[in-house]
């Protein structure tokens, strides 16, 4: 198991400021990496990659149904939150459960939340990529784009890790991972990991010196779409 910090919403003391609206009838481009924030809440992360009709982000980045989301420096409305896979966190109960009767801690395969877009909103890939979920392997060379690390890439070096993350001041365990050597920094959570062979998933947490990224496989995020 390995310890990490999330790198979902990059906080502030003010909620970030949305430039002028376009249009309706203006098109709104967004790709990986657009920084975007549900409503009113005082944070942003990243946008991820697009699948069966939805635009896909972290569930900690996007975590309520309903609520609208914004392309911050667009100034635009991208859509709305339609689904969220929820976080399982550790409770003291399970705790307990497991030291008395070896009952096993929660686990999550899933940080995801899908956002239904809106009519004039168009999802532009920001490198060549088959537009299909892949099963990684290690040594796979993959690119992602993030708010805040921008374009980088990277090595698969594990796709079977287990970590633990600080969730709202509460742990986490997820397992089924990909990790990956490359730069990750707050506000990176939520963009796409892909290959030359297709999506590899979506970045949710790092190391603490921002050089290894986890990230939720694109093949678990299909079957949870598929459901």
Not at 2 to 17: C, G, L, M, N, Q
Not at 103 to 121: C, G, S
Request: charged content about 25%; some cysteine; overall charge negative.
């Amino acid at each position: 198991v390995v310890e990490t910090k999330p790198v979902e919403k990059h906080e502030s003391e003010k909620p970030p400021e949305i430039t002028e609206p376009p249009a309706e009838n203006v098109v709104v481009r967004v790709t990986s990496g657009t920084e975007i924030r549900p409503d009113e809440r005082p944070w942003v992360g990243s946008l991820g990659y697009a699948m069966d009709g939805y635009l896909l982000t972290n569930e900690h980045v996007a975590p309520y149904e309903g609520e609208e989301v914004h392309a911050t420096k667009l100034g635009a409305l991208i859509g709305r939150v339609a689904r969220v896979a929820k976080i399982r966190t550790v409770s003291l109960l399970d705790i307990l459960l497991n030291l008395l009767f070896n009952v096993r801690l929660p686990v999550n395969e899933l940080d995801v939340a899908a956002i239904d877009p809106e009519p004039n909103v168009r999802y532009e890939k920001f490198t060549h990529y088959p537009e299909v979920p892949v099963v990684a392997q290690v040594g796979d060379r993959v690119y992602s784009l993030g708010r805040t690390s921008g374009y980088r890439e990277g090595v698969v070096t594990s796709t079977h890790a287990t970590i633990t993350v600080n969730v709202g001041g509460k742990i986490a365990i997820f397992d089924d991972c990909i990790e990956v050597a490359m730069p990750v920094a707050p506000g990176d959570s939520g963009s796409a990991v892909v290959s030359d062979r297709g999506i590899v998933g979506l970045v949710f947490a790092g190391t603490a010196d921002g050089t290894r990224a986890y990230v939720i496989k694109a093949t678990n995020i299909a079957r949870w779409l598929a459901r």
